[in-house]
């Protein structure tokens, strides 16, 4: 309390003495005259707006120049072309657009700036020049939009065309689950109500349901390239997101609903992985990891690219650490490693006395 009536009082002692020098200033008739800007004035405000200029041009080269490498590097699935390429494109319109208005905006700043006795041109409106600087942001930003909700309604369109695989992406603090459909590639029912810590259904699958009885439980995503992937996502607690940025996809996971994401992976984790922009990346980071290793004297291992699935919802304290890898793979490398995993049935209901415990077998 006592630190609070002084800062107050500090601050109104402030304002009392920033007033008695205003009143002190008006008391003072010549004041005025110093007030108004002369030509040379005028004059160097004007150059220091070219110089400002340079300054947005220059630190715009820089960024280029210094984080360009922080980019996503080429899009790892089908979609993500499309979505790079319009985006690519609505940045050079904005580089190019931003780089002359800049320009006219500074030049003509300099140009009009205030002289002694020269006055003002009163101009009212010009009705040809008006439609001009209407019309063609119209076009141009009309144009990007109805490319860009084409884009989004067929990114967002998730149907069951050309065989989908069919994954859930389960979401909870912290850490994600991945489900597959199994053999006959659907998914049994699921609540968290039925999830029974006991017999380890910690995804809540409905045990009665006999498409529960196949589905493939993992911890580390496993996808064939070139086949389109339906995900289901769901949530447990609260809010989270699922984010596969090098897929150019993310999807909220909401508690009590199913929402749904679709893509169609079209590079290996190998063929990425030989992709220049990664090996450069790796490299880099590789070396920083040494560095450190080097000087804090724990080791670190050598990092290599692996596609990841992250949370991008701050969901709670361990947020930033909530992933799991994902592998894209050939058919025949997937159809293997599927071969390796134990169904619902086998790891959850062998035990159990029910009699759905044997279907999908
Ligand atoms: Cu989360």
New binding site residues.
């Given amino acids: 309390m006592t630190t609070f009536l002084t800062l107050a009082v500090l601050v109104l002692v402030a304002i009392a003495i920033w007033q008695l020098t205003k009143i002190f200033e008006l008391s003072q008739l010549k004041t005025a005259k110093y007030q108004i800007a002369t030509d040379s004035d005028n004059k160097n405000n004007g150059y220091m707006l070219f110089a400002f200029l340079v300054f947005i041009y220059g630190i715009t080269i820089f960024s280029f120049w210094k984080y360009g490498k922080f980019l996503l590097p080429e899009a790892g699935s089908a979609h993500g072309e499309e979505y790079d390429y319009l985006m690519l494109v609505s940045f050079i319109i904005i580089f190019i657009v931003q780089t002359i208005t800049q320009a006219l905006l500074h030049y003509f700043g300099y140009k009009y700036r205030g002289k002694e006795g020269q006055k003002a041109l009163f101009y009212a409106d010009n009705d040809r020049l008006e439609f001009i600087w209407t019309i063609i942001p119209v076009i141009v930003l009309a144009g990007l939009i109805l490319w860009g909700l084409y884009t989004w309604t067929n990114i967002m369109d998730v149907n069951d065309e050309d065989d989908p695989l069919i994954v859930e992406l389960y ?1 909870q ?2 850490n994600w689950t991945a489900r597959y459909g199994g053999a006959d590639n659907v998914l049994g029912g699921a609540n968290v109500r039925m999830i029974d810590i006991d017999k380890a259904n910690v995804l809540g699958l409905d045990e009665s349901d006999s498409y529960a009885a196949d589905d493939v439980i993992v911890k580390e995503l496993h996808l064939p390239v070139g086949r389109k992937v339906n995900f289901k996502m769901r949530s447990q607690d609260v809010l ?1 997101s699922a984010y596969m940025p090098h897929f150019r996809a993310q999807m909220n996971c909401v508690p009590g609903m199913i929402t749904q994401f679709s893509f169609t992976p079209i590079h290996t984790t190998e063929e990425m992985r030989s992709n220049p922009d990664i090996m450069e990346k790796v490299k880099r980071t590789n070396k920083i990891r040494a560095e450190k290793s080097e000087n804090s004297g724990e080791v670190l291992d050598p990092w290599q690219f692996d596609y990841i699935l992250l ?1 991008n ?1 701050i ?1 709670g304290k361990s ?1 930033y650490n ?1 992933q799991m890898k994902i592998v894209v793979e050939t058919e025949e490398e997937y159809n293997e490693w599927m071969k390796g995993q134990s169904t619902f049935a086998e790891t959850v209901m062998k035990d159990d006395s029910n009699p759905t415990a044997s279907v999908g077998e």
Avoid: R, S
Wanted: with cysteine.
């Fill in positions: 979401a603090q912290f989270h949370c919802k969901c947020h909530m």
